[in-house]
């Protein structure tokens, strides 16, 4: 187990993901690995209100609902009421292309908010709000440090590696390093 723990934003969409220890599909296994990998290296999950109920409306298969058991009878929910950074969202939003592509990243920007309150890391599968989000760096620059983690991408990115190693900071895995077309 690691010395020191990591403050994690997930992405419900991960955690609907987990699939059972018998799955057989990539995705299901590679967030079932990652999510037990957090649980047994004593790392925290960020839970706002908003994420939350994001979680409880897509998460709800018992594995899931089993391995969130777990982390709260462990003590490693850190439950947070972020502030609004009304600032970071007009710098993000003035790089949406169409209102639609504004409301995405408006769903996501959850995510950000929790991340920017805590130690600046998300774990998340979604590829198009990361894209987003780096590109908006470039004028939102309190978001530039956010090390964004998708568990899905295992030879990219050796997620559980990174894990295993204490969650720590690397400039690699930033927003403002992400290469858009990557």
């Not at 699939?19 to 037990?36: D, P």
């Amino acid at each position: 187990m690691s010395n020191s723990s990591k403050n994690l934003v997930i992405d419900a969409c991960v955690g609907r993901s987990m699939g059972k220890e018998e799955t057989t599909y990539s995705t299901a296994i590679n967030c079932r690995e990652f999510l037990l990998a957090i649980r047994d290296h004593g790392h925290c999950i960020v839970i706002t209100p908003e994420i939350r109920q994001e979680w409880e409306k897509h998460c709800k298969s018992e594995t899931i609902l089993e391995w969130k058991a777990e982390m709260v009878s462990r003590g490693k929910i850190l439950p947070i009421n972020p502030k609004d950074y009304q600032e970071v969202w007009d710098a993000i939003a003035t790089t949406a292309d169409n209102e639609g592509h504004e409301r995405n990243m408006a769903k996501d920007f959850r995510l950000l908010k929790a991340a920017l309150e805590t130690d600046k890391t998300i774990i998340s599968l979604d590829e198009k709000s990361r894209r987003s989000f780096a590109n908006a760096s470039k004028k939102a620059q309190e978001i530039r440090e956010i090390v964004w983690v998708n568990p899905d991408r295992i030879e990219k990115e050796q997620p559980i590696a990174w894990l295993n190693n204490g969650a720590e900071f690397e400039s690699d895995r930033i927003l403002a390093s992400f290469r858009i077309q990557d």
